[in-house]
């Protein structure tokens, strides 16, 4: 059967991965978490004390980091590696979160990590999710969702998943984290985040899994 390239893009938090990932197993596709990437950029500027403006020490530090992906044979995750160790749990830290859309902006972190996007994508039959996927990565996508949902729902969802990891979190702090980075995100120069001409808008607002999950396989059975 024809492989396919499923971009998800959307706000913060509304969804995507967990709604990515079971489309990705439901096709035997891969997947890639694309905000994993700019969040271990972020882990990695963080820990070697590069300050977000200091341009040649952040080219040279593109250069030294290796970003990857490995399956955990024991959930079926894919974590993400950074230089070759399982950071998952680091990345998706409130530091981290507060800082990630500072350094998604700078230009030269976009370009590494986009060229490295189109390179784990170029045998299709892939999901990847993330802001810029169907307008940059890959606008030649067969399947391109924008996801939202309202902010108190994201807000919430995104505090039940960190409660999971004991990182206990007030609802407003979650807010403002998720209003400041859509902002940033939407407001930045190069390749902001906004609906590809060519995506359906998903609001995920009322919806379960299962149903967003639905909505993106019909889409693929259209596009087949
Ligand atoms: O998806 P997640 O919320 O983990 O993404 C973290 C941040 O990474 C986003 O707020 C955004 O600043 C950045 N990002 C991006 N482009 C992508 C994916 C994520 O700029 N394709």
Redesign the pocket.
Known sequence: MRQLVIAIDGH??CGKSTTAKAVAAELGYAYID???M??AVTLYLLEHSIAFDDLPHIEEALHQMQISFKRNRKTGRNELCLDGKVREDEIRQMRISNS??EV?VIPAVRHALVRQQQQMGRKRGIVMD????GTTVFPDAEVKIFMTADTHTRATRRQEELAVKNEVVELADIIDNLEK?DHI?STRAESPLRRASDAVLLDTSHMTIDEQVDFVLERVSAAL
Do not use: Q
Request: hydrophobic letters at 20%; charged letters at 30%; zero cysteines.
């Open positions: 913060s938090s694309t905000g994993a700019y969040r990630v859309s998604s993330g802001r810029d996927i980075r995100d």
